[in-house]
């Protein structure tokens, strides 16, 4: 997938955990700062599963749009989910300003409250679904002809704000999902102990 990829955190142990895993890598720029500051066609915002906007990176973006995002990102989730966007499931969203042009929801938990922890795969699972939502839509423009207008995204440490989740374990599972869908390395899940092993290696704690 043809895509420059900004990783941008505030947090300079997210940012240091990033360089850990993710090393160099072409069309990919990590930094300490706010992703708001750089001049991109997206961005993806972590959050929860009913588009509340109420803290971290999701409430400074909501800022930015004057309170509107909020408002247009639940009545979607509304309208096609029912209410509910479940963790590792993204959609993309016009967001209507000059920069960013397009916003990519991606939860991280299901409810603000809810509490990270090594012993889960969310970081992962928000990650891919925010990347898969990219690379579809930037497909299907494609298919009907058109360039995308997606060229660049920026992501924050996902699930490293409220989540509490720890950096090198967000940027490990962030590097997985960025390998499998933006570089094209799939795993191969042909028994359900490989898809097993997969999920426990991703759980793991020896990094810290």
Not at 40 to 47: D, I, K, N, R, Y
Not at 93 to 113: A, E, H, M, Y
Request: proline share 6%; hydrophobic share 40%.
């Amino acid at each position: 997938m043809a895509l420059s990829v900004f990783l941008r955190d505030k947090n300079p142990d997210v940012v240091k955990a990033w360089e850990r895993f993710f090393g160099r890598q072409a069309n990919l720029d990590i930094g300490e700062g706010d992703p708001l500051q750089l001049d991109l066609s997206a961005v993806v915002t972590p959050g929860n599963s009913f588009g509340i906007m109420d803290a971290g990176f999701a409430q400074e973006l909501n800022v930015r749009s004057n309170g509107l995002f909020e408002g247009r990102i639940r009545k979607l989730i509304e309208d096609k989910y029912a209410g509910e966007l479940p963790v590792g499931t993204a959609e993309v969203i016009k967001s209507g300003l000059d920069n960013p042009q397009f916003i990519v929801v991606s939860p991280t938990v299901r409810v603000p409250p809810e509490r990270l922890s090594s012993a889960n795969v969310n970081t992962y699972l928000a990650t891919r679904a925010a990347f898969r939502a990219i690379a579809s839509f930037i497909r299907k423009e494609r298919q009907e002809g058109r360039e995308s207008p997606i060229e660049s995204v920026a992501l924050v440490g996902m699930g490293t704000g409220l989540g509490k989740i720890p950096p090198v374990i967000a940027a490990f599972q962030m590097y997985e999902a960025y390998c499998q869908v933006v570089l094209g390395h799939k795993p191969n899940f042909a028994t359900i102990e490989s898809a097993a092993a997969h999920d426990q290696e991703l759980r793991k704690s020896r990094y810290m």
